[in-house]
Nanobody, 126 residues
Framework: QVTLVESGGGLVQAGGSLRLSCAISGRTLSDNVMAWFHQAPGKEREFVAGRNWGGGTYYTDSAKGRFTISRDNAKNTVYLQMNSLKPEDTAVYYC????????????????????WGQGTQVTVSS
């Protein structure tokens, strides 16, 4: 059984930075896409960034240039470094692992992900 546990959220002023962590246990998930989604109140869960099995990274236009997804295989942990944060980044952030393995392009639809963490709140004040 796979368990994903996020941490690192918090309250930060606009322009600040946070680093989210997603600790993976149960399996390495090295062949799966690992992705970060966010969900703001009253809105659907949305893809933010993803990393494929080969290390390729993909971002939404909003995240590109500000966020970086990475993975430490020794710690079996995925990170999301978020810089230049904006109030519109405020949301609960979730780590997820894809259903399929060896995908090149991370799916954007949450239905394509089978394992999820509990989420961590990120609040950016103006």
């Amino acid at each position: 059984q796979v368990t994903l546990v996020e941490s690192g959220g918090g309250l930060v002023q606009a322009g600040g930075s946070l680093r989210l962590s997603c600790a993976i246990s149960g399996r390495t998930l090295s062949d799966n896409v690992m992705a970060w989604f966010h969900q703001a109140p009253g809105k659907e869960r949305e893809f933010v960034a993803g990393r494929n099995w080969g290390g390729g990274t993909y971002y939404t236009d909003s995240a590109k240039g500000r966020f970086t997804i990475s993975r430490d295989n020794a710690k079996n942990t995925v990170y999301l470094q978020m810089n230049s944060l904006k109030p519109e980044d405020t949301a609960v952030y979730y780590c997820a692992a894809s259903r399929q393995t060896l995908l090149v392009n991370p799916p954007r639809d949450p239905i394509e992900y089978s394992d999820w963490g509990q989420g961590t709140q990120v609040t950016v004040s103006s």
